[in-house]
């Protein structure tokens, strides 16, 4: 291994965004070098992830990223340019968001009118026949399973908006794999084993990185993709003062167990369910099983890590046993197993629940991160809207003060790059997952 390298730019981390950003900018004919610490791509927190695709976000920029991004999914093959061997599928179940006064449709349902998205508005007749099996009661707000209120019957029902496009990716690991395998077709470089531990400058402007066998890359254009450690690799480029947004790591689970039978089948599959109204979302995934995962209600605490190699990668009792009981009560006929079977993951969450993609005070030092548990979705145009900006920002762009706008190539969505800015004023979003 040479002890210097060059490159036009470096990519911190391999999963699903930076792999994605990878493969845009080898396309714009850069020389690109990918470091992850990880042996291969999407093996940090893009392995744990439900892949769950949706259009329900609380601003016209995350509703529009989340459905330009799902054409490069429903034609992946086409977005990746090359045969790269198994390929990630996309799965089309529909998701149906019930009504929940924390993110009514007032919200978004304009949205997905001025946008474009289709949807169907359900009463909860429609939705009780359209999802059997489904409770369609009302038990708003969520509450612990100690709570003797949890068990109470609603008194009133629920319906909500039916999104027949949404679903999920089939392996979202398989999926990063992909966009890395198409990038290396382009011509990156990827570097395995690799951790950058110190950031270099000239000047005002980033010049490289150095990794942990002391070796150098040296390159003008350094991407922070790093996931749940983009504060860590953020402290060592010795940027963030400028920061109105700042992100943590924290812990997640996601709880994989047998779906109640009778409620979908091959031909109709179950549609996945945003719940927040218990405080859950579900989705069917192979073999008849269900995965389900929380939404964070204010009545659970949040597990907040100070550093993200902390996270124990276990699901435990306690989580697995609310994430499922809380579903059960939706899914009356779901069995809440005794042993807990799922996964766990890390979230980088922003303050505000809203990815930053934004340049930085150190000139050629981009960033890609707070991905706040709902960014997989969007890894096919964030690898373009981050080749976008760069490219803008390197020809002079001045996006802090007239934000760079991105045109959508499936949808001619124009996207305002402004509304990921790190020094955006705080969004208004749920304030959990949804966005
Ligand atoms: C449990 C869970 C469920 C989720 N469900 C959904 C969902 O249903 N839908 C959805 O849209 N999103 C979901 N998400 C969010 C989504 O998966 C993430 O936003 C996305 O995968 C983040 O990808 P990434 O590439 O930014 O990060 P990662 O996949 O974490 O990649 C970062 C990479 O950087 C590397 N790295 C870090 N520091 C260094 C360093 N110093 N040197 C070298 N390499 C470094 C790591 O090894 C890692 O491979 C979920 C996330 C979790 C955890």
Request: hydrophobic share 40%.
């Amino acid at each position: 291994m040479p002890d210097k390298e060059t490159a036009d730019a470096i990519v911190v981390g391999a999963g699903v965004i930076g792999s994605s950003i990878a493969l845009e900018l080898t396309r714009s004919g850069r020389q690109v070098v990918v470091v992850d610490r990880a042996g291969g791509a999407g093996l940090g927190s893009t392995s744990a992830s439900s892949a769950v695709v949706r259009f329900n976000f609380s601003t016209a920029a995350g509703v529009a990223a989340a459905w330009e991004s799902y054409a490069g999914w429903a034609s992946w093959s086409a977005h990746l340019g090359h045969d790269v061997g198994d390929v990630a599928r996309y799965v089309r179940t529909g998701l149906v968001m019930l009504d929940v006064d924390a993110a009514p449709r007032s919200a978004y349902v304009p949205l997905f009118e001025e946008l474009g998205v289709p949807y169907e508005e359900w009463d909860s007749a429609e939705l009780a026949s359209r999802v059997p099996g489904l409770d369609v009661g009302r038990y708003w707000p969520p509450r612990r399973l100690d709570d003797p209120r949890f068990w109470h019957d609603a008194t009133q029902t629920l319906g909500g908006v039916f999104t027949p496009d949404a679903g999920h990716v089939s392996d979202p690991q398989l999926a990063a794999q992909n966009l890395a395998a198409a990038a290396v077709r382009e011509g990156a470089r990827f570097r395995f084993q690799s951790t950058v531990a110190a950031v270099h400058r000239s000047g005002d402007r980033v010049s490289g990185v150095e990794l942990d066998d002391g070796s150098t890359i040296w390159a003008s254009i350094v991407v922070n993709a790093a996931g749940p450690w983009s504060g860590g690799l953020n402290e060592l480029a010795g940027v963030g003062g400028d920061f109105t947004v700042s992100v943590r790591p924290m812990r997640q689970e996601v709880a994989h167990v047998v779906a109640p039978g009778g409620t979908g089948d091959a031909t109709q599959p179950r549609p996945a369910v945003a719940d927040m109204d218990l405080g859950t979302y579900f989705r069917s995934d192979v073999g008849g099983s269900l995965l389900i995962g929380g939404t964070e209600p204010a009545c659970d605490p949040f597990e907040w890590l100070d550093d993200p190699d902390d996270a124990h990668l276990q699901p435990t009792s306690a989580v697995f046993e609310a994430q499922v009981t809380r579903a059960a009560r939706r899914l009356p006929d779901l069995g809440v197993p005794n042993r807990p079977r799922g996964v766990a993951g890390v979230y980088d969450v922003s303050d505000d629940w809203t990815p930053i993609y934004d340049r930085t005070d150190l000139a050629g030092y981009y960033v890609a991160m707070g991905t706040s548990g709902n960014q997989f979705k969007n890894a096919p145009v964030v690898g373009c809207m981050m080749r976008t900006l760069i490219d803008e920002v390197e020809h002079g762009a001045d996006h802090d003060t007239l934000p760079v706008v991105y045109t959508g190539v499936h949808t001619g969505l124009e996207i305002d790059l402004g509304a990921f800015s790190r020094r955006r004023s705080r969004s208004s979003t749920t304030g959990t997952v949804m966005g």
